[in-house]
């Protein structure tokens, strides 16, 4: 069984920066795709950033320029650097692991105030 633990949500300032950190249980990390998403009050679950198993990278138009996804295997441990934050960046942050089937974390707070 896997489990994700997110953490690094905070309350922010507009322009101001964070780092998420998800950590994955287990002996799969190395071989999964990991991926952020993020939903936002009254509002669907989104992708914002996926990382292949071989560190291959793809984000959400709304985030490109201003997010890195990375990985680190050896601490089964996927990242979120999120740059010059905007006010609609706030949402709740969920880390997912897919291989064989998805797994999802609990969430983690962001919130970027104007």
């Known amino acids: 069984q896997v489990q994700l633990v997110e953490s690094g949500g905070a309350l922010v300032q507009a322009g101001g920066s964070l780092r998420l950190s998800c950590v994955a249980s287990?002996?799969?990390?190395?071989?999964?795709?990991m991926a952020w998403y993020r939903q936002a009050p009254g509002k669907e679950r989104e992708s914002v950033a996926v990382?292949?198993?071989?560190?291959?990278?793809n984000y959400a138009d709304s985030v490109k320029g201003r997010f890195s996804i990375s990985r680190d295997n050896a601490k089964n441990t996927v990242y979120l650097q999120m740059n010059s934050l905007k006010p609609e960046d706030t949402a709740v942050y969920y880390c997912?692991?897919?291989?064989?089937?998805?797994?999802w974390g609990q969430g983690t707070q962001v919130t970027v105030s104007s």
């Open positions: 287990g002996s799969i990390f190395s071989r999964a795709t």
């Open positions: 997912k692991l897919v291989f064989l089937r998805e797994y």
């Open positions: 990382i292949s198993s071989v560190g291959s990278t």
